[in-house]
Every structure is written in structure tokens, then in C-alpha cells.
């Protein structure tokens, strides 16, 4: 109830954010066109200016700025983000994501099926 009640905290508001993050790329499309990519880019950008928690948006800039994210590609955004958000992880002394497994967390679910029911996503 409390969850449900209260604002959320920066680990309730991380988790819900890479969820978007990593599934919005997951549906990127395979090769995005330059309007695509020009949404991309600024969607990026203006959410990491927005991000409401200071130090975590001050992080992905200064990310950003040394590796600008690539837009041209649905794997190559994912790829980035992955890294991104593995970076942080080490920073927190979390373990680091296997970035090869992208798809079947936040796509195609385990080959075992049992995360069928999740896939009612459409791009
Ligand atoms: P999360 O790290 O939120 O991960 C959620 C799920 O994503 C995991 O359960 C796992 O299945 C999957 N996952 C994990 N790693 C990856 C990966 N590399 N690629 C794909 N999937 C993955 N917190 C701070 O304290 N300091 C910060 O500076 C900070 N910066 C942040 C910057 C951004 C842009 C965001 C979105 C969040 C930031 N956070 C920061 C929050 C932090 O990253 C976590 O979201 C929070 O600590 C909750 O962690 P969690 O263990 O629930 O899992």
C-alpha cells in the first residue's frame, strides 16, 4: 500500500526508469532513420538535464559527453545504455549485467516461456 501511496525514493524511481530505458531501446527500431534518430538524441539529452535526481542526471551527462549515445541502431542503443547502466552499477558496488542476455530481459523473455504473458508490448 505504501508504494502505491507514497512518492517514490531514488532505488523505487532508478528501477522504474531503467525499465523504460532499456525496453524503449529494446523496441528501437533495427535501423533508425535521421528524424528518428535526431528524437532519439533529444529525448536523451532533455532527460538527462530532467532526471529528478541530481547526482544521477549529473553522472549521465558527464557520461554522455564522453560517449555520446549511438542512435543509429536498435542494438547499438541498447548496447550503450547496458554499459551505461553497467557503469553505475559498478559504481554502487553492484553486479555487472551481462550485456548479451539485453533481449531475453527486456524483450523476448527466458526460452523457457515463462514471461509470455509480459509480451503484449507492440513499437
Ligand atoms: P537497477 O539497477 O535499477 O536495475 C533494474 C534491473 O535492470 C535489474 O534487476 C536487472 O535485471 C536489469 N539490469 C541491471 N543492470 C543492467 C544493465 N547494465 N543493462 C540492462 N539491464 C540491467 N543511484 C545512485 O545511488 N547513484 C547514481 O549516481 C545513480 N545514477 C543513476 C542514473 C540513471 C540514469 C538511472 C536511471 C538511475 C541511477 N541510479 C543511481 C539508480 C540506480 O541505478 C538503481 O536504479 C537503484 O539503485 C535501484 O537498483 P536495483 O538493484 O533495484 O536495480
Same mark, same amino acid.
Given at each position: &500500500?505504501? $508504494?502505491?501511496?507514497?512518492?517514490?525514493?531514488?532505488?523505487?524511481?532508478?528501477?522504474?526508469?531503467?525499465? %523504460?530505458?532499456?525496453?524503449?531501446?529494446?523496441?528501437?527500431?533495427?535501423?533508425?532513420?535521421?528524424?528518428?534518430?535526431?528524437?532519439?538524441?533529444?529525448?536523451?539529452?532533455? %532527460?538527462?538535464? %530532467?532526471?529528478?535526481? $541530481?547526482?544521477?542526471?549529473?553522472? &549521465?551527462? $558527464?557520461?554522455?559527453?564522453?560517449?555520446?549515445?549511438?542512435?543509429?541502431?536498435?542494438?547499438? &542503443?541498447?548496447?550503450?545504455?547496458?554499459?551505461?547502466? =553497467?557503469?553505475? =552499477?559498478?559504481? &554502487?558496488?553492484?553486479?555487472? %549485467?551481462?550485456?548479451?542476455?539485453?533481449?531475453?530481459?527486456?524483450?523476448? $523473455?527466458?526460452?523457457?516461456?515463462?514471461?509470455?504473458?509480459?509480451?503484449?508490448?507492440?513499437?
Amino acid at each position: &500500500l505504501v $508504494g502505491d501511496e507514497c512518492p517514490p525514493d531514488s532505488q523505487v524511481l532508478g528501477r522504474a526508469t531503467w525499465t %523504460f530505458l532499456h525496453t524503449m531501446a529494446a523496441y528501437y527500431p533495427e535501423k533508425a532513420d535521421t528524424k528518428q534518430q535526431d528524437m532519439m538524441k533529444s529525448l536523451l539529452t532533455s %532527460f538527462s538535464h %530532467f532526471y529528478p535526481c $541530481g547526482r544521477c542526471a549529473s553522472h &549521465l551527462r $558527464g557520461e554522455m559527453s564522453r560517449h555520446p549515445p549511438p542512435v543509429d541502431t536498435r542494438t547499438n &542503443l541498447s548496447i550503450w545504455l547496458c554499459q551505461t547502466h =553497467n557503469k553505475v =552499477n559498478v559504481m &554502487l558496488g553492484k553486479d555487472e %549485467f551481462d550485456c548479451s542476455k539485453l533481449d531475453e530481459r527486456w524483450r523476448d $523473455g527466458p526460452k523457457d516461456g515463462r514471461c509470455s504473458w509480459a509480451q503484449d508490448i507492440e513499437y
